[in-house]
């Protein structure tokens, strides 16, 4: 008897546990084929222009195809082999060329053209107005020999930005360092434990340093040897690049960047735009390319005096205390813990022993159900790997979505930190029933050690925060349209409201106190260690606002800039020129691992975690304030505050306003429903010490 093939059940989540490669191929030839048909069907001159009839037949064949194929490519992220990989490349022109086509049909475009929008309520009328736009984007007002070209640019985008990830994700994992004891000094413990139990399971001597985060970034904060600093720098900033060693060479991307930058520009010539930055733009808050870099160069001029200072602390500390007089660029991150130490008496080291893994997750659970009035209970689902946790949320009862929390670093899945969604939220025309939203939330955490529950840095907690931001926007929706509901149909520059917002209360006392526990002897964070951190929040805020302005307005100018031929490196030294205030030796080519833009969805669109930036601020700003307004006003009820600035009442009219309402109007209009104007930067700038 043949056993069923798991990605062709979608009757409920998708089966991990039982997902093959030799699955991929014959899923998606079906698949495609019922897309097919249901194309053909509603493109019939006699099927009628009406949104419920097109999407009862369509969207449900093209939602069965979105999810089989999500769970590949989830699984292509986060648990890559060879063979996975070969069956992903295989059906990949497949799937994007039906996607292609399917964008720029015009029978489809004329079908959509002849809804009559007054019978369509406010929810499907957003979803039809992005359709519109989506079509002429796609190629679908395009004719001939220009229509041909168009969709040839789509396969080969998806090829290249494919390639790109394997390179990034290939060079990451073939460097490996086996360090001596004596090279490790400084060294936070645990990540030495980590780094001897890695080598000993190879059955090698020494210690295996590797450039996943957990590893790379505490060698780069803490260790002594200047000398060790400088060979995992090396190995980071040239991965995937022509300055990478010889046997490494075959992972570089700087001809798959040309080409990736070829084509989008001449995407968007096709589309009758100068360059891809105004093709970007079009779906997003920002009106124009000219717009996005004003706004960088104003933040980057208000940032770089304090930029600069930073610098320069960092400079005079290494001189009179460390005996560094010219410290090299993989110096900083190890004198900047030292002068974090020396100024406020306290090291990540030491902060890191209070946020075990499963305290930190208790305490975020806890902050969203007192904001969200929902609860969050674990869950039993299919998974791909041990130690990835599954769990619900609900309100009243009522099962509002579910997710996916899969925290370790590990070989074989990408680096970075992602939201994803499994399913929308939908309002099914074929059953009329309710499709709950399911997210998948993926970090590259350390491991446990020695039995020990994981060590998260403060970073990782924002992270998992952030991350969680994102899964609340997908999760938490009302919305009942699935291509407007969670994040779908939200401006990509405002898609990081949520996220960023979250982050705020990592610096919450009221917050922390409840998700903290000594590793070895259970004790909370200390109140003094908190003051200490709370007065170092906005340590080197100027280089890292900088940094990010930097990453941002090289994505921008790319887009709009950057001819065939040019050198794209040429084009960043004149963006550090402007705003670096550490400048990389020359072999540095960080650009070549840039995934967000070259294999992330961010072309021309970096720049949205900025502009989002000032959103979340003010955002929060509403909590800030409500709080204040409770404590000078002797009101703290329940509804009204629990603790700090977690208010209730101000959540859930956040919740209502930003959260709940998605995509399904413009992000504007959910900002000012919150806040009753339009945003401004002071917040932003208050919280980065920098008003």
Not at 139 to 164: T, Y
Not at 334 to 347: N, P
Not at 380 to 403: C, M, T
Not at 456 to 470: I, Q, S
């Amino acid at each position: 008897m043949t056993t069923p093939n798991p990605l062709l059940d979608y009757s409920d989540l998708p089966l991990f546990d039982r997902i093959q490669p030799d699955h991929v191929g014959p899923a998606v030839d079906v698949l495609l084929a019922q897309a097919e048909t249901a194309l053909a069907q509603v493109t019939a001159p006699a099927f009628p222009a009406r949104w419920t009839d097109i999407a009862g037949v369509l969207d449900i064949a093209t939602e069965n195809l979105s999810r089989a194929w999500g769970a590949v490519s989830h699984l292509n992220g986060v648990a890559d082999t060879p063979e996975l990989r070969a069956a992903y490349n295989d059906a990949l022109p497949k799937i994007t060329e039906f996607w292609t086509r399917l964008g720029a049909d015009e029978r489809l475009y004329a079908k959509y053209k002849a809804i009559d929008v007054a019978s369509l309520n406010t929810e499907q009328r957003q979803a039809h107005k992005n359709a519109m736009r989506n079509f002429v984007l796609s190629g679908a007002e395009l004719v001939g020999a220009a229509k041909a070209r168009f969709a040839v640019i789509q396969e080969r985008q998806a090829e290249l930005s494919q390639k790109f990830s394997e390179n990034a994700l290939d060079a990451t994992d073939a460097f490996a360092y086996y360090a001596r004891e004596d090279e490790l000094a400084g060294v936070p413990p645990d990540v030495v434990q980590a780094a001897r139990a890695q080598a000993k399971a190879e059955g090698k001597d020494g210690y295996k340093l590797t450039l996943k985060m957990p590893s790379y970034l505490p060698v780069m904060q803490f260790a002594d040897s200047s000398a060790l600093r400088e060979t995992l720098y090396r190995a980071y900033s040239t991965r995937a690049s022509d300055q990478s060693p010889t046997e490494f060479s075959h992972f570089d991307n700087s001809a798959v960047m040309q080409e990736i930058l070829a084509l989008r520009l001449e995407e968007a010539q096709l589309l009758g735009y100068r360059n891809f930055g105004e093709v970007s733009v079009v779906a997003k808050m920002a009106d124009s390319p000219e717009q996005v870099i004003s706004f960088l160069h104003d933040l980057g001029q208000r940032a770089k005096p304090y930029g600069i200072k930073d610098v320069a602390d960092l400079r005079a500390f290494a001189s009179e205390q460390l005996g560094l007089t010219d410290p090299k660029p993989w110096d900083f991150a190890w004198i900047g813990e030292k002068l974090k130490e020396a100024r406020y008496s306290f090291s990540e080291q030491e902060v890191k022993q209070y946020f075990t893994a499963p305290k930190v997750l208790a305490g975020l659970f806890k902050i969203v159900e007192t904001l969200f009035e929902v609860a969050i209970r674990a869950d039993r689902a299919p998974i791909w790997k041990p130690g990835v946790e599954f769990y619900r949320i609900e309100r009243d009862g009522q099962l509002v979505g579910q997710f996916y929390l899969d925290q370790p670093a590990r070989t074989g899945k990408r680096g970075g930190a992602w939201m994803d969604d499994v399913r929308a939220r939908w309002l099914r025309p074929d059953t009329g029933t309710l499709q709950t939203p399911v997210a998948h939330l993926v970090c590259n955490f350390a491991e446990g050690v020695g039995g020990k529950p994981a060590l998260l840095t403060h970073d990782d907690v924002t992270t998992l925060f952030h991350e969680f931001g994102h899964g609340l926007h997908h999760m938490l929706t009302q919305v009942n349209e699935r291509d407007v509901s969670g994040i779908s149909g939200v401006e990509w520059d405002a898609v990081e409201l949520p996220s960023q917002f979250m982050e705020n209360f990592c610096w919450e006392w009221d917050v922390l106190k409840h998700m903290t526990a000594h590793v070895d002897t259970g004790e909370p964070l200390p109140r003094a260690l908190f003051d200490k951190m709370l007065a170092a929040k906005n340590f080197q805020s100027g280089m890292q606002t900088l940094r990010q302005i930097e990453f941002s307005l090289f994505d921008m100018l790319l887009h709009t800039q950057w001819r065939p031929g040019n050198d794209v490196m040429t084009l960043l030294a004149g963006v550090r020129d402007e705003f670096a205030v550490i400048t990389p030796p020359p072999y540095s080519r960080t650009a070549h691992t840039f995934s967000h833009i070259f294999s992330g969805g961010y072309a021309a669109g970096y720049y949205s975690y900025k502009w989002a930036e000032v959103l979340s601020a003010d955002a929060y700003a509403a909590f800030e304030e409500s709080a204040q307004s409770a404590t000078t006003t002797g009101r703290n009820t329940d509804a009204e505050a629990v603790s700090g600035t977690v208010t209730v009442e101000t959540g859930r009219k956040y919740r209502r306003a930003i959260l709940e309402a998605g995509g399904s109007r413009p992000a504007m209009e959910s900002f000012k429903a919150f806040r009753g104007r339009e945003p401004s930067i002071d917040a932003l700038l208050r919280h980065q010490g920098m008003a």
